[in-house]
Structure formats: structure tokens, C-alpha cells
């Protein structure tokens, strides 16, 4: 699955963004994705995934009852609402299939990422 991440952008804290990820690929479809970030200087995270369904959804604590990700099979497309953003929030964020934890630091295969800057 190829991807391109768009939405991001500098919102003050306490503030609202919609991050889209776009894919292409008939497997999207069959596919449980994820999205992560990476701020400066650290490594990249888990943040959300999303069953391939769309009828189960992960949040990493850090995000939980302020991210919510969602997807549209007939789109091929995957969103993150993200609201009562914190100065913590600011980084690149990424969508890919779901990974396993201990494969982030060197999986290679990303789209360009979209960044998120959190003023406070």
C-alpha cells in the first residue's frame, strides 16, 4: 500500500486539526492501517489504528479521548480527527499498515508525511 498524508499545519493548543491519508493499492480495502509521528530527536510512535472495517479502532494513550481515526474503503482514504491538541502533539505524522512496534525504528517504506506544529 502506497500512501500520502496531507492536513497537517500550526494550530494553537487546545486546537483542532484533519489529517487524510490517501492510498493506493486494491488491498486498502483488506489492510488494517495505522497512523504514526515522529518528533524531533525521537523515535516514531504508534498514535492510532483501525481495523479493516473501520468497526474497531487502537489509540495510544498519550492520544486517548482527544484522536480519533476513521476510514472509507470506497475512498481509499483514512482520517485523524484531532482535537484539544497539546504542544506534545507537534510532529510528522504517518499512515502505513499496522506495524509491529519493534519494527518502527527501521521499516523504510513511508509516504512523505504531513506535519503538525502545536503552538501553546
Known amino acids: 500500500v502506497q500512501v500520502v498524508e496531507s492536513g497537517g499545519g500550526l494550530v494553537q493548543a487546545g486546537g483542532s486539526l484533519r489529517l487524510t491519508c490517501i492510498a493506493n493499492?486494491?488491498?486498502?480495502?483488506?489492510?488494517?492501517m495505522a497512523w504514526y509521528r515522529q518528533a524531533p530527536g525521537k523515535q516514531r510512535e504508534f498514535v492510532a489504528s483501525i481495523t479493516t472495517g473501520g468497526a474497531a479502532t487502537m489509540n495510544a494513550d498519550s492520544v486517548k479521548g482527544r484522536f480519533t481515526v476513521s476510514r472509507d474503503n470506497t475512498k481509499n482514504t483514512m482520517w485523524l480527527q484531532m482535537d484539544n491538541l497539546e504542544p506534545d502533539d507537534a510532529a510528522v505524522y504517518y499512515c502505513n499498515v499496522v506495524l509491529p512496534q519493534s519494527l518502527l525504528p527501521t521499516y523504510e517504506s513511508w509516504g512523505p508525511g504531513t506535519q503538525v506544529t502545536v503552538s501553546s
Open positions: 493499492g486494491r488491498s486498502f480495502s483488506r489492510t488494517p
